[in-house]
């Protein structure tokens, strides 16, 4: 069975830090990978996504992250954080047939001081 | 881009009754739906899924007969919850996803107090 792991809970950061949040699913075929953000008091949104070609994908505002397949990782980077990035993150995996389930993370939420 | 709705945003119910939960596409036919809980802290847990015309299908664990789900057309899927119980407050979330298309999007979410 599919699972994902975010080891980090909870990440506290000052604005223009660099971000890593730490992303490893186990299954051993084909996966479609994803981060989800949720703003305080809003819903999911698909910040990026990671079906196949170059490992190193560009999400919006300023996100990207890098599927490192013999590591299974697909940790979320961001080089210079800002307040605005305060939300719970999300990764997300899932095997790779569009007609499959997704499975997400416990969650990281990062907390930005302004 | 894509939106799904839910509706009530919120609803709070006494023990015992049951509560329908809505979920709409509004511009594109879902021929898949997905639902997921949230409870406080934590992760999404998926709950079921459920295609046009087809009986859902649930994760390990989850009660179809407390949680009844519906997908009778290509815009709407609803969940009811059953004899609702205070454990089963929580933060009910849909998504939906188009044939043949391979990004899911979400429903802004329905919070579901118990008393």
């Known amino acids: 069975a599919q699972s994902v792991s975010q080891h980090n809970h909870h990440v506290i950061l000052s604005e223009a830090a660099s971000l890593e949040l730490g992303c490893n699913y186990s299954?051993?075929?084909?996966?479609?990978l994803f981060w989800y953000v949720q703003y305080p008091g809003q819903h999911l949104q698909l910040l990026l996504k990671?079906?196949?070609?170059?490992?190193l994908v560009k999400g919006i505002k300023g996100f990207e992250a890098e599927f490192i397949k013999s590591k299974f990782s697909f940790n979320l980077r961001k080089p210079s954080v800002q307040w605005s990035d305060t939300a719970e993150y999300f990764c997300?995996?899932?095997?790779?047939?569009?007609?499959?389930?997704?499975?997400f993370g416990s969650g990281t939420r990062l907390s930005i001081r302004p | 881009g894509a939106v799904v709705s839910q509706h009530p945003s919120w609803v709070i119910c006494k023990s015992g009754t049951s509560v329908k939960i809505e979920c709409r596409s509004l511009?594109?036919?879902?021929?898949?739906m997905f639902w997921y809980r949230q409870f406080p802290k934590q992760s999404l847990m998926l709950m079921a899924t459920?295609?046009?015309?087809?009986?859902?299908?649930?994760e390990q664990g989850v009660e179809k007969d407390k949680f009844l789900i519906n997908h009778a057309s290509l815009t709407l899927s609803t969940l009811t919850v059953t004899s609702a119980h205070p454990e089963d407050s929580s933060f009910y979330i849909c998504s939906a996803r188009e044939r043949g298309r391979e990004t899911q999007y979400f429903g802004p979410g329905t919070r579901l107090l118990v008393l």
């Open positions: 299954y051993g075929g084909t996966v479609n």
């Open positions: 459920s295609n046009e015309g087809s009986k859902a299908t649930y």
């Open positions: 511009d594109f036919q879902a021929t898949t």
């Open positions: 990671y079906f196949s070609g170059d490992p």
């Open positions: 997300a995996v899932r095997s790779g047939s569009s007609a499959s389930k997704i499975i």
